[in-house]
C-alpha cells in the first residue's frame, strides 16, 4: 500500500451563485446546502490519514474563513471563471507551502465523502502518473491526481472522456461516497442513502 501523502485541493463556486441545478429551492437553502456540501467534504478530507492538507480554492472570503477555521488553507481563484487555470494555480501554490505532498484535485459537491473512502482510493493511487474518478453518472469527474509537473485538469461537462484523452488513467472500482457528487435533488436523494455528513445532514432532513 502506498503511503505517499497528498494535498487536497477543494474548488469552491462562491455559493451564493454556485449549485444552480438544485432547482425549486429557497435562494438562502441552497446557499446553505451548496456551503453544507464543501463543509463535509473539507472535513472527511482533513481526517483522512493520507492527506496532509487541504488547500480550497475560492473567492468567496467570508466563506474561506468558515473552511480556515476546520483546518484547511485557503487562496482565491488564480484565474476568474476557469476553473482548471485556478487548479493549476493552487497546485503549483501547494507546490511551494507542501513540495513533499502530490496534489488532489477534488470537487466539493461531495456531501456523503467518508474518510476511510479517500483514503482506500488514494492508496490504489500510482501518483507518478495521472489518474482520475469518474463522477457517480460515469460522465463526468470528482478527483484527479497528477504529480505537479504533469498537472493538468479538465474538469467541466463530460471531464471524464476529457480526462481521458489526455492519457489520464481512470482509478475503478472506488466507492461510492468518492464518486457522488450532487448537481441536483436526484442527486441529493443519491448521496443521503449513502449517508451524508453531519452539517449537510441537518440540512437536507425535509429535503429528501
Ligand atoms: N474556485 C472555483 N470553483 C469552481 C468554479 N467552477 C466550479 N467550481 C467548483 O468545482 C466543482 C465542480 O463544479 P460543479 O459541479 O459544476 O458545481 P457548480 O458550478 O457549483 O454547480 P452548477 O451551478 O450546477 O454548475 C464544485 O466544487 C464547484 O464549487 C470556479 O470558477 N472557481
Ligand atoms: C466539474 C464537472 O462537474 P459537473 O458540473 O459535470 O457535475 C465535472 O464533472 O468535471
Known sequence: ???????????????????????GLD????????????????VACLEASLVGAVLVVTDDAHFSRALTALGAAAIPDGVSDDLNGSLRQAAAEAGRRWPGLVPVAMCA?????RSADLDATLARVDPS??????DADGVGTTLYVA??????????????????DTGARQLTGVPASVRQD?????????ASALGLGRRTAALAADLV
Do not use: C, T
Request: no cysteine; hydrophobic share 45%.
Open 1 to 23: 500500500m502506498s503511503e505517499q501523502q497528498y494535498v487536497v485541493l477543494v474548488p469552491v463556486k462562491p455559493p451564493a451563485i454556485g449549485k444552480s441545478r438544485l432547482v
Open 27 to 42: 435562494p438562502d437553502v441552497r446557499r446553505e446546502l451548496a456551503e453544507a456540501f464543501a463543509q463535509d467534504a473539507v
Open 109 to 113: 459537491d461531495l456531501p456523503a465523502l
Open 129 to 134: 502518473r495521472p489518474w482520475f474518478v469518474p
Open 147 to 164: 504529480a505537479l509537473d504533469e498537472f493538468d485538469p479538465r474538469f467541466g461537462p463530460g471531464s471524464r472522456e476529457e480526462h481521458l
Open 182 to 190: 450532487v448537481d441536483n435533488l436526484a442527486d441529493l436523494r443519491a
